[in-house]
């Protein structure tokens, strides 16, 4: 395992309480965060926000993306957005604002949320420009001004498409894929470095953007800018030629003291899902794992939340670390608050459902699933929903249909828990 020296000094009672959280030593934790392997992202304003550790060992966590669009915007619904996942089990949040007044937006999301915020930066560098067509007459300066403008506001991760670089779109070139480039980020950059015909600024000035890292503790999220955007572009040149990128900005960082996540694909089919993680999590020295998804069908819009929760599972049980929520409104608008509160509940299901595979996880995530057991055979009720992901839907459900006994009303006196534990006598 190679080491680091990781810039942000965490505080013993600050590693004692993730360590209890996540069921690890601190002296395993601290470790994992030396080697780069877990980061707890957090800003050197040091908000008063509730640590989030991420990577190897640790439970398996949710991000769920709020912001408005050109077509959309209200501040305030964003705002109950990010309070809605909070409610619903986010471990994260990202603000990918596109329309209104951008710093006002981030800056009130910062205020009103306890947990780790993130940003892509890149956005607010290109919407300064007037027209899309601008985003190609952004300077090495805008981009690294708006990083430095939102590490300053206390963002505590940013995405940045370092390893979209000219290599990696000679790769796009000459491949065959169908949907080119999904990633808006992606986009932005593979339209810069066409337009100038020179490097990616991100990739070529990296060593700044390390030094405005560092002086702001800011987790950099590598973004995969190549991910494929449906299931015919999964595994590609394209994808891998980045993935190789990211992993040796992975390690200059660490070398920095820098803590780095590193982003995943978002369209791949079951049977890839393993050989995509495994693969990219060994390319980037084991570095923490975020993935949008993955979406394993191409065919569900308006169910793109079930589609990556399936995904998610899958790539949780071979190692991803970090899963992005995908709400209803995936590929269809700008999701609804009940959209996020849907897309939320998922994926926590998915981050719980692959938790109860994880050797350093199964003990802790199984003993809930076993609470369940034990209060279903009591008939517990009030148990059961207190355990339960989204108590106030099961209890909605109940309670909508009641049962004459204390059973649920599909059997009623016919239960068969009842009756066997009657004939059992247990």
């Not at 572009?233 to 990128?245: G, P």
């Not at 190692?319 to 959209?339: I, K, Q, R, T, Y």
Request: aromatic share 6%.
């Amino acid at each position: 395992m190679s080491t680091s020296s990781i810039a942000v000094k965490w505080e013993e009672k600050e590693l004692e309480k993730v360590s209890l959280t996540e069921g690890v030593s601190v002296e395993k934790l601290r470790r994992l965060l030396e080697a780069g392997r877990v980061v707890i992202p957090r800003n050197a304003a040091n908000r008063d926000i509730v640590l989030k550790a991420i990577g190897e060992a640790m439970s398996t966590k949710v991000n769920v993306n709020v912001g408005t669009s050109k077509d959309y915007v209200n501040p305030g619904e964003e705002v109950e957005k990010a309070k809605t996942a909070l409610k619903y089990g986010a471990d994260t949040i990202m603000d990918l604002s596109t329309g209104g007044d951008l710093d006002e937006i981030r800056r009130t999301i910062l205020k009103e949320v306890d947990l780790p915020v993130g940003t892509v930066p890149i956005y607010q560098a290109a919407l300064e420009k007037a027209g899309v067509r601008a985003v190609v007459d952004m300077s090495s300066d805008d981009l690294f001004n708006a990083v430095r403008k939102h590490a300053e506001d206390g963002i505590d991760f940013v995405t940045i498409h370092a390893g979209v670089n000219l290599n990696s779109l000679a790769r796009l070139r000459s491949s065959e894929r169908i949907l080119d480039v999904v990633s808006r980020g992606g986009a932005f950059l593979v339209a810069w470095m066409i337009h100038n015909e020179r490097e990616n600024p991100f990739y070529e000035e990296y060593d700044y953007l390390l030094e405005i890292a560092k002086e702001y503790e800011l987790t950099l999220s590598l973004g995969d800018g190549m991910r494929p955007g449906c299931i015919s572009d999964a595994s590609d040149r394209a994808k891998y030629m980045e993935v190789i990128t990211l992993g040796e900005l992975v390690k200059f960082a660490r070398e920095e003291g820098v803590q780095a996540i590193v982003e995943g694909p978002g369209h791949v089919p079951l049977d890839e899902i393993e050989a995509s993680v495994k693969t990219i999590k060994h390319i980037t020295d084991f570095a923490p794992l975020y993935l949008l998804g993955p979406i394993v069908t191409d065919i569900a819009p308006g169910y793109d939340h079930f589609v990556s929760a399936m995904g998610g599972a899958v790539a949780g049980m071979f190692g991803a670390d970090f899963l992005c929520m995908v709400s209803p409104s995936e590929h269809l608008a700008l999701p609804s608050v009940n959209d996020i509160k849907e897309g939320t509940i998922v994926t926590k299901i998915a981050a719980h459902v692959a938790d109860l595979v994880k050797d350093e996880q199964r003990e802790h995530a199984r003993r809930l699933d076993d609470e369940m057991a034990h209060a279903r055979k009591n008939l517990d009720w009030k148990r059961q929903f207190e355990i339960a992901i989204n108590g106030e839907e099961a209890r909605r459900i109940r309670n909508g249909r009641p049962s004459e006994s204390d059973a649920c009303s599909i059997c009623g006196d016919l239960c068969a828990i009842k009756m066997v534990k009657e004939f059992l006598k247990k």
